[in-house]
């Protein structure tokens, strides 16, 4: 039995990763911290945890995890880069939710998170935490870092393109649509439920954080990829939805092959029939991510189709599933359960 | 390994069992049927059993559950009683989703159901299937009639009020919220997302088939009940919030630990701290009827508030439950995932 | 041409009373104060009004509003009575939105509200601005006391009835569903769309602030009324639904008749064909409250469910339908746009 | 006062009409047909037009519009082209908004339609109803086609670029969120509620209805172009978003200009302030198109941000700005509503 901390448990990622904690058969969540509530009970800000996680939120501090042998993030960013040397150094293993060791070229993160970093050596040694890109890397990890909601779900659709040198590296667009929670728990006008509903929009046209994440990652399999990516905001709580366009170079025909070959063995990414359109609800709550191809002929483009949970694949249990690769368990162990439909 | 079919698994109930059964350790699903889609696969009108659930739906027949211990009916009323005598003379045990066997006063059944019961003698055996009332008898029985979403959140508001004589039993008033997916998966406009979302309704004001068998449940706790029961439809998913309303008789002051020592040892029966005000998404996905209680002096009268996800305490989770009682197993096998929050 | 002023344009009654006035063709809107967003373009915060409103917010004081014959108040609690008595010392009219006026027993308002109050002398002269009841006074009055949401629904629910003593006025339980509207336009956790969107509560069953309120009017109609009132929290963004129940006095054949010979008249009071279930969509944008009674003789009770929009017939298009009574106008102008369905 | 007959007034581009036609100052809606409803009051099906509309929906046949001057087809597609001829040759001037006039390649047509055109002779009459493009053949027109929803977003979005010469015309890409309305007011299980809310979907990404209908518009533009369309469904009930992508040509530091300039004296269309991103929500039952344009230097595209509500820009509102101008009144009467936030 592995014994695991969360650090910042208050927000939809801390929530979710005891959700899905406490179905896992081989992991113990044995202390959460929050310094605003220190003292409280978990169940007390999360009734659907009741009788379930018998915890208390306690103080932040690095003997808090003493007898812990992982310690997941899910803080605001900057909150892990301060605390990661010190749990390293005292044996504890760390997967961080937040952003602060995904981007490796540590001046283009302090350009997007606006702050000096505070370790770029851990930067280095940390692993991006995507199994189906890192998975050998992963296993032997004392530091990932988990990747962005959006990134994973732009990057697994199209990793077997660029693989195989199909597209035109600078034509790529991801057009992608977001449920509130990846906004995070927080008391703001802009995602309060009358603001939200009914109503769509792009937000940070001109540049999201995610953007340098996907960037780097995606020019690690080809070195010419630029892209554009356009975030929205959607009315519901779970999901990302990631149309991405981009110029085909070649055949086309064996397009859909390829990716059924490349992600046979792959326990959390789907890929769907030729023709299907996934829909975001498919993989609610859980933690897959389901992919659909289409080529458009009279535009010579490629159309992927790519759904994920931003909760689930796109945050807490990609983090699950790193933790089962790191300690050596069943890669899918507490992952199995169905998405919620309807 | 128990073997378990589902006869008629295209609707709500059908494949919230299917999600349900997909994690249960003890038991397997061998068949499913439906006379309109078979031969087609599971995973084709659910996606999200993708690599879950391998079948097809098949015709339905008695001898397609020939290797079955247990068959559910998830199919529309008055079709389990037209098939019920034929599975259990096969020895194959029974638990109806449906309305067939709730009432067992026929008269009241025909009348509300406009229809003439095909087997009497069966609705004398059935087991009105609430563990919270009939454990033991669930334990032994054949058949199985599992209760109405409405039924299971106000019958558990009540019982302990009822069985200890503290409320006038001619007081009593449900204002009960349901979400749409108590409707089932049908083609209407009525439920239509254009026509559902955005708004609130009461319906069936004037009588709905959940009364009688409220009544007579609650009847059998204290035979001068009557109630007034008003169902509301509102623009959700999961979940039913019922507010039930009773004048008190004699002091209120141990309504609170009444309530804590009757449910204390029931798993699937959470009563919140005094004071308390449950929201229905904190059980969305989970087999729980989490439940408030109010004594507002003023008036003398008590406010209890309850709630539940309709598919699942409510129908396929209570099924299951019943399965668990049924084989011997424990009770919480396969539903002791938390609620899906947010 | 009236010309008019709002205080505090910023929340969801101020946004809602530019909307309306923006079609008033008797009246026009000259100045809107906003102490924290002095400056700014209204159209900058509220989109859907660039090229109708073209004002800037300015500061709240008294010369803001020298032209001016009315000035709403769309402001927090506790800010109107602290500036009333300096604007109608300035021969300006002035309908409170909020609550400072709706109270006639000042020391009920103190004790809900948590405030001493500041001019109890102008509590006496306020009017109540429900015109179904008050219309004559609504004419004369320099200060309109506007009427609380839910109290708008259940007291037009509920003055039949008592008018002509046909129910228990001990009996009564106002079971009421609120859109999120209602709550404000704040930076809040509990009303952000991930903790909103898909569930169902009850709150404050203990005591709500308008439950006096309601209860000092309808014991203006019969001095023994008692209620139970009970707030619900809905996922929608506008819309209350009032279903009130009450222990019927006589005989009931004649109460449809009742209710439209009372409503005969009233241009904003619509009451429905007897078996109805009003939706709350039906009512979307309209200064429409809309009724069905249902008399149930099993429980010897009735049922009225009473529909209106919050920021409309509970809020701005009230307030502007009493300003049409107060400056001898048609009471419909600029009141009616037919709700937005779907 | 014009007379207006609708055909076909079940449907949620025919509610909207009456919704819209009860404000116009200059228009009486004389009848109303529907083969299956005839008979019944129109506010039995649309409570909320209850004392707006008292009018029953009658069979339709060329003399029950006998006296209009106007006749709008809200009906299925292939319906308006079996009657066109017979209302134009009794001398009455029809607006069709579905789809049967809007392709003038009749080949195309059919293709896409999977039909023989009943008139192609008035297929070339029939002016394109997008007063932005075709402002003086509306006012002539005897027939007018009205667009589709989301042609109207996207057009409008690229009108300024393509007229410029400012863009790649083969690069165009459509990425379009459209809420449920746009699929009608049908009996569907893909539309019910529980469908469709909390998930979002592309579908029709091979090829859909409107694609002929934008290419063959822009080509009139540029001949030139091509382009990817891809719709989403979105669980709103109103409102497009349509996200459009197109590669620089030439310099961009004026194209912000150019919009506003363009767009100067149109009254329904509202270029944003740079830098802006429109929500749905802004334009509500509104008949407005807003758009923002944002140049992205590192991948030297234009995304431009358009969104409308899909029933009144995209649909009814267009009908009435199009009824303007043909009968010469104001181009803004009955629409200067704004729209609905929140």
Redesign the interface.
């Known amino acids: 039995m592995i014994k695991v901390g969360i650090v910042g448990g208050t927000g939809?990622t801390g929530?979710e990763l005891m959700?899905l904690l406490?179905?896992h058969p081989q992991a113990n969540l044995e202390v959460i911290t929050s310094r605003s509530l220190a003292g409280t009970a978990v169940d007390e800000l999360?009734?659907?945890?009741?009788?379930?996680v018998d915890l208390n939120f306690s103080e932040p501090s690095v003997n808090a995890y003493g007898d812990c042998d992982l310690v997941f993030f899910a803080t605001p960013n900057t909150t892990a880069m301060a605390q990661a040397a010190e749990l390293l150094d005292n044996g504890i293993r760390l997967i961080d939710l937040a952003a602060d060791f995904r981007i490796k070229h540590v001046p283009t993160w302090e350009q997007w998170y606006g702050a000096t970093h505070a370790c770029p050596e851990l930067v280095e040694e940390a692993v991006y935490g995507l199994p189906e890109l890192n998975r050998e890397a992963i296993r032997g990890a004392r530091l990932v870092a988990n990747p962005g909601c959006y990134p994973t779900a732009v990057i697994l659709a199209l990793i077997p393109l660029l693989k195989n040198g199909m597209v035109d590296p600078?034509s790529i667009?991801a057009?992608c649509?977001s449920g509130?929670?990846g906004a995070g728990?927080?008391?703001?006008?802009g995602?309060?439920?009358?603001?939200?509903?009914?109503?769509?929009?792009?937000?940070a046209?001109?540049g999201h954080r995610h953007l340098p994440e996907i960037r780097e990652v995606l020019q690690g399999l080809d070195s010419d990829v630029?892209?554009?990516f356009?975030p929205?905001l959607?009315?519901?709580?779970?999901?990302i939805?990631a149309?991405v366009?981009a110029d085909a170079r070649g055949a086309a025909d064996q397009v859909q092959n390829l990716y059924e070959e490349l992600y046979r063995d792959e326990p959390f990414v789907?890929v769907?029939p030729a023709?299907s359109?996934?829909?975001?609800?498919?993989?609610?709550?859980?933690n897959m991510c389901?992919i659909a191809i289409?080529y458009?002929p009279?535009?010579n483009?490629y159309?992927i189709?790519s759904?994920e949970d931003n909760l689930v694949k796109g945050a807490a249990g990609q983090a699950v599933q790193n933790m089962n690769l790191m300690f050596g368990l069943d890669e899918t162990s507490g992952l199995?359960?169905?998405?919620?439909?309807?």
């Not at 199995?336 to 309807?342: E, I, L």
């Open positions: 939809y929530i959700r406490a179905s999360f009734p659907n945890l009741r009788s379930l600078g667009i057009d649509k509130t929670s728990r927080n008391a703001n006008v995602t309060s439920f009358c603001e939200v509903t009914e109503s769509v929009k792009a937000y046209v001109p630029e892209l554009v356009t929205h959607m009315p519901i709580i779970r999901g939805h149309t366009y789907d769907m023709g359109h996934p829909e975001t609800r498919s993989v609610r709550g859980a389901r289409h458009l009279a535009a483009k159309v189709l759904v199995k359960a169905p998405g919620m439909m309807p």
